[in-house]
């Protein structure tokens, strides 16, 4: 079998530059997998992938000029369909073998073998492996109808009565088996083993390729592209970080992993420049500058050893030319309109102060069924202030209700309008500018916090109530009015705005109720929802115990603590870390088995009252349990009251063998009424003792 490297390139037009690296991947991918299914390549082919703004290709290695043939086994039909009852063929068993290519002559070689119910005639027979020719055929269309494009264009071959549809216009094939073509066709295209550069610097026009192997390497000095989309990568790092070093000052380029991902999808040749921009620009907020010149201009800003912005910014750009001037003179004239605009936004927002401005919530609309932002912000005005009022008193209660008030009003400056991603941010310098105390001013942009997972929390008591207000006014509206997140579409990111109030309680042990935080959100919204205190309840603690899984707790654990759903989640992980212990002792499977029956029993009967009238234990083993409770209950209690949950469930492994008498030896269910129902409360008590820090019953 011949084995040679393989390569194949689709080049194209300027690909979309966001969607550049998944494309790339997915060709590449899609290619060694249809070659491998199809026995043409091995389990230990190698792939690299390449992408750039006008290519998408794969190098993979060791790959066969034609799979060996395969021994195949196919089932025809039962015995009793494909011969008659002297042995002979049928009609059916003869139309099918010829199907097969074989003739009546292969009936004496058909196997039989049980299938089912029924015997069954098999043929066996000798499967010419694909050639590379078919097999490479069959994978490229699979890999280009694969490609993971949302819209594709339609357009004219240069016959001009054809048409293909393709991601952009394809221009070129190339194929190459070694140092062989491969003769395949795609997309009004046949191989070969030519393809272009650089549009502008290429040193020869068309690049040949004399193999696979020399492909980037022949690309690179031929054509003046870096095909590698992680090579086109790791230079431009590498030139930005060359050119910082060489402004001096400490300087470094923003860190923004996604700009230099869509940077590398726009270069095939890349070189990095300094520009520089005003430095009166300076006086406008930098994430304004920072984020028009990322944006708009892909620049990268150049940061102090202080993170400030400088007046200084680097470009990537496509060509390199002995003099660079004009193109650094001309990006530095693109961006300047840019700042400009920024900084006439900036200084005619801060003619008006944001209490001027909350009149013109009343007129944007936040949810047909919810009204308008004027009126959800009245909404996160009363939660903030209960909430303030419970964690901080009267002060706390009066800031939370001022940042509330001005907290959405950004979103109708000119800034905001412009950029939405500066919500909250702008809102910050506006408060400041207005003189309002830095507390209220930092509370404006925090209520956004935790935007995403792992976002920091917002930075002082005045944030954090405003940023629990304005998520439960979302969460207990949408559920109030029925607007939940379905499968993986969650529009209004009410998961996140649950895990935002649940990392806020965690983190800092919040002395207030998931219920009560439901309960107290929803008379504001008077008769505009229905009540979904439940569901919505459900919602936060299922959300919260996926959180607990992914930071390893196991599923038992989180179930056995969440089901009783404990108010206060700042002390979930205590209570995690109790059942974790209590779980390691040789008592717990026992009790945990003797707790879910207990469970059962009590589910069974009607609501029993946790209550024991010490005259009517009769039995030893009930007088004995009911003992062993007394003893340990107090210490068990106490323990877990002073919050020491670990001890409180280890006292409970006192109770196992005084449980395990009582099932042995008492029968619950007397005939008697009153020895019925006081065994049943003693159950009753013994079954909410051991369920005070988590339901032990999960645990089996």
């Not at 650089?198 to 390497?217: G, M, Q, T, W």
């Not at 400490?250 to 420049?273: H, Q």
């Not at 605009?341 to 003619?351: E, I, L, N």
């Not at 009022?389 to 940042?403: E, F, N, P, V």
Request: glycine share 8%.
């Amino acid at each position: 079998m011949t084995m040679k490297n393989l390569l194949v390139e689709l080049f194209v037009e300027e690909l979309p530059p966001k969607a550049l690296k998944k494309l790339g991947d997915a060709f590449a991918g899609v290619l060694l997998e249809q070659l491998k299914a199809q026995g043409l390549a091995g389990a230990d082919a190698m792939l690299t992938s390449f992408a750039s703004p006008r290519r998408l290709a794969a190098h993979i290695t060791s790959v066969a000029a034609q799979a060996t043939d395969k021994a195949v086994s196919q089932k025809l039909m039962p015995v009793t369909v494909g011969l008659d009852a002297s042995g002979n063929a049928t009609p059916a068993l003869l139309k099918k073998l010829q199907a097969l290519g074989a003739d009546a002559s292969a009936v004496a070689s058909l196997k039989r073998a049980p299938d089912g119910k029924a015997e069954v005639l098999f043929y066996d027979s000798n499967v010419k492996g694909a050639t590379l020719v078919e097999g490479l055929q069959k994978a490229l269309l699979e890999a280009i109808a694969k490609l993971p494009i949302p819209k594709v264009m339609t357009y004219q071959l240069a016959d001009g009565w054809s048409d293909v549809k393709f991601v952009r216009p394809a221009h070129g094939l190339v194929a190459l088996h070694g140092s062989d073509v491969v003769a395949i066709e795609a997309l009004g295209l046949k191989a070969g083993n030519a393809t272009h550069g650089h549009r502008f610097e290429a040193n020869i026009d068309p690049v040949v390729l004399k193999d696979a192997d020399s492909y980037a390497a022949t690309l690179q000095k031929d054509g003046a592209v870096i095909a590698s989309f992680a090579g086109r990568k790791a230079e431009i790092a590498r030139q930005l970080a060359a050119a910082a070093a060489k402004v001096g000052g400490g300087v470094k380029a923003i860190d923004d992993d996604a700009l230099l991902d869509e940077v590398t999808a726009l270069v095939e040749r890349p070189n990095v420049l300094v520009c520089e921009f005003e430095k009166e620009f300076l006086d406008v907020p930098q994430e304004c500058l920072i984020l028009t010149m990322k944006a708009n201009q892909k620049y990268f800003p150049l940061l102090d050893t202080a993170g400030k912005l400088t007046n200084k910014f680097l470009v990537v750009s496509n060509i390199s030319p002995v003099d660079a001037s004009a193109v650094i003179g001309g990006n530095e004239r693109v961006v300047r309109p840019r700042l400009a605009d920024a900084k006439f936004f900036y200084d005619q927002d801060r003619k008006k102060s944001l209490a001027s401005r909350v009149e013109a919530l009343g007129k944007v609309v936040y949810h047909n069924k919810l009204g308008t932002q004027g009126e959800r912000v009245e909404r996160v005005r009363a939660i903030a202030r209960a909430i303030g009022q419970q964690l901080g008193g009267d002060a706390l209660a009066q800031k939370a209700d001022q940042a509330a008030q001005l907290a959405k009003t950004d979103l109708v400056t000119d800034m905001v309008g412009e950029f939405p991603e500066l919500q909250g941010i702008m809102g910050r310098y506006y408060a400041l500018n207005d003189g309002l105390p830095a507390d209220v001013a930092d509370a404006v942009e925090d209520h956004y916090k935790p935007r995403f997972a792992g976002d920091e929390l917002p930075r002082n008591d005045v944030g954090m109530v405003v940023a629990l207000a304005d998520k439960l006014e979302t969460l207990v509206g949408m559920f109030g009015i029925g607007n939940l997140p379905t499968g993986d579409k969650d529009p209004f990111a009410l998961r996140r705005h649950a895990l935002g109030v649940i990392r806020m309680l965690v983190e800092k042990d919040l002395h207030l109720g998931v219920s009560d935080l439901i309960a107290g959100a929803q008379p504001v919204f008077g008769e505009k929802i229905q009540d979904a205190a439940a569901p919505l309840a459900d919602f936060v603690y299922d959300r919260f115990a996926g959180s607990l899984r992914e930071q390893g707790y196991s599923a038992q654990e989180v179930e056995a603590v969440l089901a009783l759903k404990p108010p206060r989640l700042g002390d979930v992980a205590k209570r995690l870390a109790a059942v974790k212990a209590f779980a390691a002792l040789p008592e717990a499977p026992a009790l945990a088995a003797a707790n879910k029956r207990i469970g059962n029993i009590l589910k069974k009967t009607d609501a029993v009252d946790a209550h024991v009238s010490e005259v009517l234990l009769t039995e030893p083993g009930e007088i004995a349990l009911y003992a062993a409770m007394k003893n340990v209950a107090n210490g068990a209690d106490a323990q877990f009251e002073s919050g020491d949950y670990t001890a409180s469930l280890q006292s409970l492994a006192a109770l196992r063998a005084p449980v395990d008498a009582f099932f042995e030896g008492v029968m619950v269910n007397a005939e008697q009424l009153d020895l019925r129902l006081n065994r049943l409360g003693l159950l009753a008590t013994l079954h909410n003792a051991m369920n005070r820090v988590a339901d032990l019953s999960k645990l089996v």
